[in-house]
């Protein structure tokens, strides 16, 4: 088992700097305009050559009520019918993906995110469905990997059973704090006894995997009320728990300037939260995966974990990363061998773009062998906290030294502090560093500049 986190505050107010969270590298901040559909046909062929199995990821925009704190691509609504012409529109796309790819490659992850999909009706949902397996192999045993967001509010015992019957067998919920004032703050009033219906449905049904997620620093919590959220969700046994940072960014994200900056807690009691949290998780059973993540010793996350065959993609840490993930629907990334691609974020132009039968990729990336070879290297350090210099080497024909030696004092003054160890064959991230690992991989990441930082949230 991997040891524990070893909480060190002097370290952690050295290194908590503002920077990417690394579900891919290069970060989606290096997307530009020259990528295209050309590219995204010559990536699906080369898939479909090389019969490699699928990840897919359904954006459905829609909201009904707007929470002040989100900073995901949706559209806030009540009328149920703007949802019609969005999905004829993304039935076009699957159909158009799909015919570039081969019936055989089977889809071993699927995950729907939004917004909120349960925004869809039941009928919508069956639709939806009913179109993706028409158009690629989803598996009818059971055994993929089959995810949706839920929002307890818009779900209820007949939408679960509905979700399980369509193939869905994990659920993630958003849940964020459990304290009214903190609820009001952020505008999403949501009870324990919504949460706990869901989960007990989730759970009643077979659901495999039932995930949970917090985020702390909101307005008018404290370390004491985050904590009482922290052991109420700890009697609920998620599987899974994501424990999110929030980033106060008001001047990107509209929805934000509704909070009132002076009700967020200080960096001191952000920082409290978070060891307190830490703390209440492990002593309950989590093991601490990365980042903000928490699963149980027995969960598919924590078992890769063990095994050194975990890996991160724009769905998080995963074990499905040796996949093509094709992303639909507005905002969407695809990630198929060495091309990143994202669909245009303007719901009016994605429609309008597929309404004409074509695609709507507006900008991506594809990675050359630098990206390749230091991806591999981020990727190893955030899901193992260790790297073998000798498999990169290995896997890339290079000197690791050699190649990275204008980072090494850095590197050498991590070790100094505490934050790794470092010697001739390897880098191991410490106990005291793993909350610090996104810190590690900064000095790997060839495009970060001080200037481009603002655009990313802060590690702890």
């Not at 909120?116 to 690629?136: C, G, I, N, V």
């Not at 078992?303 to 990363?321: D, K, P, V, W």
């Not at 709507?360 to 230091?374: H, I, K, V, Y």
Request: charged letters at 25%; proline letters at 4%; aromatic letters at 8%.
């Amino acid at each position: 088992m991997l040891d524990a986190i070893r909480w060190d505050t002097d370290l952690i107010r050295r290194y908590d700097l503002a920077g990417p969270r690394y579900t891919s590298y290069p970060t989606a901040v290096q997307f530009n305009s020259q990528v295209g559909t050309f590219d995204l046909f010559h990536a699906l062929r080369d898939s479909r050559k090389a019969q490699r199995p699928l990840s897919l990821y359904v954006h459905v925009p829609f909201c009904a009520n707007i929470c002040y704190y989100c900073a995901c691509n949706k559209v806030i609504t009540k009328d149920r019918g703007r949802a019609q012409p969005y999905l004829q529109r993304l039935e076009q796309e699957i159909q158009l993906i799909a015919c570039h790819l081969d019936p055989a490659q089977k889809v071993e992850q699927l995950h729907f995110g939004g917004g909120t999909p349960t925004f869809l009706s039941h009928d919508e949902l069956r639709q939806l469905m009913a179109h993706l397996r028409k158009h690629f192999n989803l598996l009818d045993d059971d055994s993929g990997d089959y995810g949706i967001e839920i929002d307890p509010r818009e779900a209820d015992w007949s939408t679960i059973g509905l979700l399980r019957e369509l193939g869905f067998n994990r659920v993630s919920i958003g849940l964020q704090d459990l304290d009214p004032a903190v609820q009001r703050a952020v505008n999403r009033l949501q009870s324990l006894e919504e949460t706990r219906a869901v989960i007990d449905a989730a759970r009643t049904l077979q659901f495999r995997s039932i995930n949970i997620d917090l985020i702390y620093g909101l307005p008018r919590q404290t370390p004491e009320n985050f904590a009482r959220t922290v052991e109420e969700v700890i009697r609920l046994q998620p599987d899974r728990l994501s424990v999110f940072n929030y980033a106060h960014l008001p001047e990107r994200f509209m929805p934000q300037r509704r909070i009132n900056s002076n009700e967020l807690p200080t960096p001191a009691q952000k920082l409290e939260m978070l060891q307190r949290t830490i703390e209440q998780l492990i002593a309950a059973g989590y093991r601490y995966i990365g980042m903000d993540h928490f699963a149980l010793p027995d969960d598919e996350l924590a078992i890769a974990q063990e095994e050194s065959t975990l890996q991160r993609n724009f769905q998080g840490y995963t074990t499905h990363g040796h996949c093509d993930l094709i992303g639909l629907g507005v905002s969407a990334i695809s990630q198929i061998g060495d091309l990143y691609c994202q669909n245009s974020s303007d719901l009016n132009q994605y429609q309008n773009v597929l309404a004409t039968s074509q695609l709507a990729t507006s900008r991506g990336l594809l990675c050359n062998a630098d990206d390749r070879l230091r991806r591999a290297v981020i990727q190893q350090l955030l899901c193992n906290f260790s790297l073998e210099f000798a498999d990169i080497e290995q896997a890339f024909n290079i000197d690791f030294q050699g190649y990275f030696g204008d980072l090494w004092p850095q590197l050498q003054d991590m070790a100094k502090d505490g934050l790794i160890e470092l010697d001739r064959d390897r880098i191991s991230i410490l106990p005291a560093g793993r909350l610090l690992a996104r810190s590690v991989c900064m000095v790997f990441d060839a495009y970060l500049e001080q200037h481009s930082r603002q655009r990313f949230s802060r590690v702890i």
